[in-house]
């Protein structure tokens, strides 16, 4: 599978951006989706994911409660609804992903075989 993720742009601290992961290839239904964030001079880092089949949601402590990731199988698409965003959000966010991704690896990075090109939000204070 091929991922492109877009959206990013710059909005002020409180403010709200979506971003999307576009797929190509086949079986995007059986894919694990997750979004990771590298700001700069820091490791990427798992922001959340969405498990194939029944959808199950996983989200790092720091966004719970202000993102939502949601997923459209028959348009191949991953979207992150990013809410009340503060400086600290400001990385290039990147979509990857993964078949059949078992529960225990969806925050780590090394077991997604695919990614895409990140997008870049800035939130200014």
């Known amino acids: 599978v091929q991922l492109q993720a877009f959206g990013g742009g710059l909005v002020q601290a409180g403010g709200s951006r979506r971003l999307s992961c576009s797929a190509s290839g086949r079986a995007f239904n059986s894919y694990t989706v997750a979004w990771f964030r590298q700001a700069p001079g820091k490791a990427r880092e798992f922001v959340s994911a969405i498990k194939y089949g029944v959808g199950t949601t996983y989200y790092d402590d720091f966004v719970k409660g202000r993102f939502t990731i949601s997923r459209d199988n028959d348009k191949k698409m991953v979207y992150l609804q990013m809410n009340s965003l503060q400086p600290e959000d400001t990385a290039v966010y990147y979509c990857?992903?993964?078949?059949?991704?078992?529960?225990?690896?969806?925050?780590?990075?090394?077991?997604?075989?695919?990614w895409g090109q990140g997008t870049q939000v800035t939130v200014s204070s």
């Open positions: 990857e992903a993964e078949t059949l991704l078992h529960d225990y690896h969806y925050r780590a990075e090394r077991y997604y075989n695919f």
